[in-house]
């Protein structure tokens, strides 16, 4: 809003008045949300540093399992199990507010089926190909964990980016230029109280001599 | 002594001449020095040659060389069987029945999952006493009822209505297979009659493949937090050294390295004494060690009564193990592992 578009009023600057405050109350409340967005990001980003290193040593481990299973049991064996498991893990989708966003919480249910309840023998199924089984369970459930603090990650990012530019908004532009539609107005009025003064004493010499 | 019910000296001729072709210790150093190619060219020199060709149209690379040496296995297998009479013949086709399980457990996995018949086809393995012909019938079988029924039948051996029910109520084919499996060792203690000395050793050797076998369950079990009763369920009667009082001993501890430290007194405990390791949530190294003995007791009696079923089971069971050996190291030394790891990991 630039100064010369405002009606130089009273009422205006009031107005004006009114806005200044408001912004700059809504700017120390952006700053702050900023602020403890920036501290929860650093929060998240040590969990979700952590849970790379943890998706990537299960990833390890499984690999390594299903590589011995393959190897001791053959692909045959290894196939075959995999064909007979029924149970499929299930996830539910949540969402939790941190500091007025919204994040998703992600809670994997059924990943992990008991060795009786997987679909296949207990007696003949060979302990190499049960370990493996465990060991991408493990992994899956770490990689659903890992999905939700991921994109709570990626969200306080963009939330923080959307608050940072309307701080420098209002700082650098909306509040400037209110305080400067003020100047403007408080300029207008006292010039025009200044005029009015004139007029009335320019008025009053000539009352004077008339009479 | 024997001899008398069934060909035991022509079947034993026959197989001693094949056991002389199997590979020995030294063939599987040189192979682990070999890429995965030069491993399947020399296999094929070594007696696999007719399979790989025969199956080199539909398969490639180390798929080609698993299923080529079970296909291997499958045909001498089936030629002992049929060269067996009396007897000899009920206790080899007795001791094959796990191929006829395997078989089907692949079938049924299969169909529930929802393969075509040459998916299914593919990954069997006719080592039994149900030839290609007998599984091609049960594959192309529409419901799970219809293929247990016609097994049954080819088997002569029924699945009790309840297993069904079980199966058909929870949806999990555990309990057919575990059902086979228990069947499995139950047909073969009744069939091997201890009435001569090597029928009595075949049959304490198979009472100690059902102790490693119900050994490994329970370890199993534990691991998953599975213990006492509900473990019992799928122990296999009939063991040498884990009768039900030892299992249920087993069973009721609370860790593996208890039930190692509980299976003190038995035969396979030297083996698997220094695999436990507190820290580590596996059992491979056990299931390892449990193999090495299994294979350790075949070896003790290899040379004794030459005229018996004795030679035949020996080979049978140095056969398996050779296509496991061969397998463990193709697929090793394509996975990039140590060859020391490959080493630990085969059965010599």
């Known amino acids: 809003m630039s100064g010369k578009e405002v009606t130089p009023t009273r009422s205006v600057l009031l107005d004006l008045k009114k806005k200044i405050k408001l912004s700059q109350s809504g700017y120390k409340i952006m700053k702050m949300k900023r602020d403890g967005l920036i501290i929860e990001f650093f929060e998240v980003m040590e969990k979700a540093r952590k849970m790379r290193a943890g998706v990537s040593s299960d990833y390890e481990a499984a690999m390594e399992k299903i590589t011995i299973a393959r190897v001791v049991e053959g692909e045959i064996a290894v196939k075959s199990a995999a064909y007979a498991i029924k149970s499929e893990p299930q996830v539910k989708l949540g969402s939790k507010s941190i500091m007025g966003m919204m994040v998703p919480k992600v809670e994997a249910t059924a990943i992990h089926t008991s060795l009786v309840d997987k679909g296949y023998g207990v007696i003949s199924t060979s302990a190499y190909i049960e370990e493996a089984a465990a060991a991408f369970e493990k992994l899956l459930d770490t990689l659903v964990r890992a999905a939700e603090i991921e994109t709570t990650m990626k969200k306080l990012l963009d939330e923080i980016e959307k608050t940072k530019r309307r701080v420098n908004a209002l700082e650098f532009k909306i509040i400037p230029e209110l305080k400067e539609s003020e100047r403007f107005v408080k300029f207008r009025l006292e010039e025009m109280e200044r005029e009015n003064t004139t007029r009335l004493k320019h008025l009053k010499r000539k009352g004077e001599a008339a009479e | ?348």
């Not at chain 2, 150093?29 to 020199?45: A, D, F, G, V």
């Not at chain 2, 990954?123 to 049954?152: N, Q, R, T, W």
């Not at chain 2, 109520?169 to 069947?183: T, V």
């Open chain 2, 1 to 348: 002594m024997f001899g008398r019910k069934g060909n035991y000296a022509y079947a034993a001729a026959r197989v001693k001449a094949k056991k002389a072709h199997l590979l020995g210790e030294e063939d599987y150093s040189k192979m682990l020095m070999m890429t995965p190619q030069e491993i399947s060219r020399y296999i094929s020199e070594a007696g696999y040659a007719k399979e790989m060709a025969d199956l080199a149209n539909r398969e490639s690379g180390l798929n080609l060389l698993e299923r080529a040496t079970y296909a291997n296995m499958a045909n001498i297998f089936g030629s002992i069987l049929l060269a067996s009479t009396g007897d000899l013949r009920d206790m080899v086709s007795a001791y094959l029945t796990k191929w006829d399980n395997w078989n089907l457990k692949v079938i049924l996995r299969g169909k529930s999952y929802g393969l075509d018949a040459d998916g299914i086809r593919e990954d069997l393995v006719p080592a039994g006493s149900l030839g290609a012909e007998s599984l091609d019938k049960l594959i192309s079988m529409e419901s799970e009822e219809d293929i247990l029924a016609a097994f049954s039948k080819m088997t002569h051996s029924a699945i009790p209505q309840e297993v069904v029910s079980a199966y058909k109520a929870k949806s999990n084919l555990a309990e057919i297979e575990d059902f086979l499996d228990r069947r499995y060792y139950e047909h073969l203690l009744d069939v091997i009659r201890p009435v001569d000395r090597p029928s009595f050793i075949f049959r304490d050797y198979v009472s100690k493949e059902i102790d490693v076998r119900n050994f490994e369950t329970i370890l199993k079990l534990k691991l998953d937090g599975v213990r006492g009763e509900q473990a019992m369920k799928y122990i296999i009667p009939g063991g040498k050294q884990i009768d039900a009082k030892a299992a249920a001993q087993l069973a009721a501890t609370e860790t593996v390295a208890e039930a190692v430290a509980e299976a003190s007194q038995m035969g396979f405990y030297e083996d698997i004494k220094d695999a436990i390791d507190p820290q580590a949530a596996s059992i491979r190294k056990v299931v390892s060690g449990m193999k090495r003995y299994e294979m350790m007791q075949s070896k003790k009696f290899s040379h004794l009564y030459p005229l018996s079923v004795i030679p035949v089971l020996d080979y049978m069971i140095h056969k398996e193990n050779e296509v496991n050996n061969i397998r463990t190291v193709a697929r090793g030394a394509e996975s990039g592992l140590d060859r020391e790891v490959i080493k630990g990991l085969l059965v010599i």
